[in-house]
């Protein structure tokens, strides 16, 4: 079968994959989907250590093929979106209802994969860039059939990191002022979920103005292009003259993190989802945060994968969510290389490939 393979130094596309059947607690799906996040390029670059070889992808919606001893949840025929969050529902963690803090969730890969007989690992317990992939029956979440796969396949991981950092880290209320600095896959959710969560004043700031149209599209009252202003947090001010009660950090970058921080009124949240080199460190003014500010870390929306998934398709098909729309460009998995080099240079919000 086909699928997307780093081996360490490049990542290309075969067609000689081969994966086991589904043990107890197992799902096999059928993928017809997958959006190609910066992650995955993450991975070729190195930003985010990996082994190889390794099969890429992690946002992904299929059909159930298979399924293993004990999984009465779903069925062979359902449609899936798939979560990246292998999480064991049996910790104190999970049993609190933080699943993304389950350790058993967080590396030690699996090898469901081979190729000529050597093993390849499973990239965030997912690797949905091949025809089939195993998860753990927790990270399959049955949605209604009548949505498009190439949209569903974005809630399982933009989708419930954005929205999910809006309505479940920061808890953004009605009323409340918003910054979102980046508006790629990531930030165009955030705004979104600003939206959803009834925030009135939700500020967008890119360096791309061709970003504008999008941005308010997903939620944002006013746009500021980082390119065209000599100073981004000053344009803020003129439209927050206190500050911002969130502001959400969405590129990865440690002077826009601090940036973050510095834009928040009191009592202010900056939350940061763009993730930096592992060894790169911020800075702030620490007396800054004696005025009840708070700095967040974000993993994964702090989702909970099969109430959100669900609750995010059910938004989705009364019109409040948008996923359609997040959906640049399709692609088949043969054009990863262009997919690949479309989303490095940020000419799409997401990238689906097909299958």
Same mark, same amino acid.
């Given at each position: 079968?086909?699928?997307?393979?780093?081996? =360490? #130094?490049?990542?290309?596309?075969?067609?000689?994959?081969?994966?086991?059947d589904p043990g107890p607690g197992e799902v096999l799906v059928a993928i017809a989907a997958a959006g190609l996040c910066h992650s995955d390029l993450s991975v070729i670059d190195g930003t985010i250590?990996?082994?190889?070889?390794?099969?890429?992808g992690h946002e992904g919606a299929g059909i159930v093929e298979a399924v293993g001893a004990g999984v009465t949840h779903v069925v062979p025929g359902d449609h899936v979106a798939l979560s990246t969050l292998a999480n064991c529902g049996?910790?104190?963690?999970?049993?609190?209802? *933080?699943?993304? $803090?389950?350790?058993?969730?967080?590396? $030690?890969? =699996?090898?469901?994969?081979?190729?000529?007989g050597q093993?390849?690992?499973?990239?965030?317990?997912?690797? @949905?860039?091949?025809?089939?992939?195993?998860?753990?029956?927790?990270?399959?979440? #049955?949605?209604?059939?009548?949505?498009?796969?190439?949209?569903? @396949?974005?809630?399982?991981?933009?989708?419930?990191? =954005?929205v999910g950092a809006v309505l479940n880290r920061a808890k953004v209320d009605r009323g409340d002022s918003v910054v979102v600095i980046g508006t790629g896959g990531i930030g165009l959710n955030v705004l979104q979920g600003a939206r959803i969560a009834g925030a009135t004043t939700i500020v967008a700031i890119d360096a791309n103005p061709a970003k504008e149209a999008v941005a308010r599209q997903f939620g944002a009252t006013h746009f500021i292009d980082a390119s065209a202003v000599p100073d981004s947090p000053a344009a803020v001010r003129e439209v927050l003259p206190t500050g911002a009660d969130h502001a959400f950090e969405c590129v990865g970058n440690v002077k826009l993190i601090r940036q973050a921080?510095?834009?928040?009124?009191?009592?202010?949240? @900056?939350?940061?989802?763009?993730?930096?080199?592992?060894? %790169?460190? @911020?800075?702030?003014l620490v007396s800054s945060m004696y005025?009840?500010?708070?700095?967040?870390?974000?993993?994964?929306?702090?989702? *909970?994968?099969q109430r959100d998934i669900a609750l995010y398709a059910e938004l989705y098909r009364q019109g409040r969510l948008l996923?359609? %729309?997040?959906?640049? %460009?399709v692609y088949p998995v043969e054009d990863f290389a262009k997919a690949a080099d479309d989303a490095h240079h940020g000419r799409v919000a997401r990238g689906v490939l097909t299958f």
């Open positions: 079968m086909r699928g997307v393979v780093f081996d =360490g #130094k490049q990542a290309r596309v075969v067609d000689d994959l081969e994966i086991r250590p990996f082994p190889p070889p390794v099969v890429l049996a910790c104190a963690d999970c049993d609190r209802g *933080r699943p993304t $803090m389950c350790r058993k969730a967080i590396g $030690m890969p =699996g090898q469901p994969f081979s190729r000529g093993p390849l690992f499973q990239f965030a317990s997912n690797s @949905a860039f091949a025809e089939r992939t195993l998860v753990r029956a927790v990270q399959a979440v #049955k949605i209604p059939d009548d949505i498009p796969l190439t949209s569903a @396949a974005l809630i399982g991981c933009g989708v419930l990191t =954005g921080i510095d834009l928040l009124d009191r009592h202010g949240q @900056a939350v940061l989802l763009g993730v930096p080199g592992f060894k %790169e460190e @911020a800075s702030f005025l009840d500010k708070t700095i967040m870390g974000c993993r994964y929306g702090s989702s *909970r994968p996923l359609d %729309e997040l959906v640049t %460009e």
